[in-house]
């Protein structure tokens, strides 16, 4: 169906018409007379005067052309039918660690090896693609904190800029407490039914001005419900020139910490050594935290002014050449 956003617009469809009924038209003012030497000079006026009076059509086109700028005023748009969306009420953010132990490449994707954060981001997409209804924000840590994306429902933006993050692009360290603080900044002022931070480190806090024991207590008092996933195979064969040996390339995960973290907040502690496991997480996460609630309706809107004012616009010049050529 056609909407007019402005519709008060039409109001002023006829004040030429009352312009014309209640204002005096313009006298013409007396002039002296002038003596020409040939009488045939008042007949070609006397012509053109008469030209234009015996043309109505082009008071009907006038006409048609503020009528239709009239329309364009007004701002039709043509409504869409009702699009389904559904809404949590539900607030995500999810911190990712791009510090430099996250290239350890121990986790397995397509039958090919790759580092942490290429796994990471691969199970990710799937579990921001199911979040319908939710508003997802994120979080980029190293040494720093930084957000990337602020809370919104475009997860594919959110998708977009987690697959564009690189390793070391915050900085080589662990900041883990400056990256809750950061996601209570960002989800403390909004209202919302539920607010929750997905955290993923294969580390320790290494750097920051906060200690994430202090930041997840500032959480819990802010109703911030935080979830941590370390990251990170438990042993892997490495070779070097003394033959192969067997490492645990996660012996700085502080697992201590990001349990203490989440139980302080009500959430949960999940260990990924793998991506099946990881995987595992990010679905006992959607059933931990349903992603629908209720469900709102929104219709499409697609503006059609310049379809109007196009018209107005070849009359206007229909009637301006006209002018030109009764001259």
């Not at 919302?192 to 008092?221: C, F, H, Y």
């Not at 990251?231 to 012996?251: H, L, Q, Y």
């Amino acid at each position: 169906m056609i909407h007019f956003v402005w519709p008060w617009a039409w109001l002023i469809l006829p004040l030429p018409w009352l312009i014309r009924r209640f204002f005096p038209a313009a006298k013409v003012s007396e002039q002296a007379a002038l003596i020409v030497p040939f009488l045939q000079d008042f007949n070609v006026a006397e012509s053109q005067q008469a030209s234009v009076s015996n043309k109505p059509w082009a008071l009907w086109i006038a006409i048609a052309a503020w009528c239709f700028l009239v329309l364009a005023s007004a701002r039709p748009q043509w409504l869409g039918e009702p699009i389904e969306q559904g809404v949590s009420g539900r607030d995500l953010m999810l911190a990712v660690d791009l510090s430099g132990s996250m290239k350890e490449q121990d986790f397995i994707v397509n039958n090919q090896a790759v580092d942490r954060l290429t796994a990471t981001k691969t199970l990710a997409n799937e579990f921001i693609e199911r979040r319908v209804g939710d508003r997802i924000g994120l979080i980029l840590f190293g040494t720093n904190a930084y957000l990337q994306t602020p809370l919104s429902f475009d997860r594919k933006t959110v998708q977009i800029l987690l697959n564009e993050s690189a390793i070391g692009l915050a900085g080589e360290s662990t900041a883990i407490g400056d990256a809750i603080g950061l996601a209570v900044k960002r989800l403390q002022d909004q209202q919302t039914d539920t607010r929750v931070l997905i955290l993923l480190t294969d580390g320790a806090n290494t750097a920051g001005e906060v200690t994430p024991i202090k930041a997840a207590e500032i959480a819990a008092q802010h109703q911030l419900k935080i979830y941590t996933i370390g990251i990170g195979a438990d042993e892997m064969i490495v070779s070097s020139f003394f033959g192969k040996r067997r490492v645990n390339p996660s012996r700085d995960l502080d697992e201590k910490t990001l349990t203490a973290i989440a139980e302080k907040t009500g959430g949960r502690y999940f260990r990924a050594r793998n991506t099946d496991e990881l995987k595992q997480i990010y679905q006992l996460l959607d059933q931990l935290e349903p992603v629908e609630k209720d469900k709102q309706f929104f219709r499409p809107r697609s503006e059609l002014f310049f379809w109007p004012l196009g018209a107005t616009l070849i009359l206007a010049a229909l009637i301006s050449m006209a002018r030109l050529r009764w001259r």
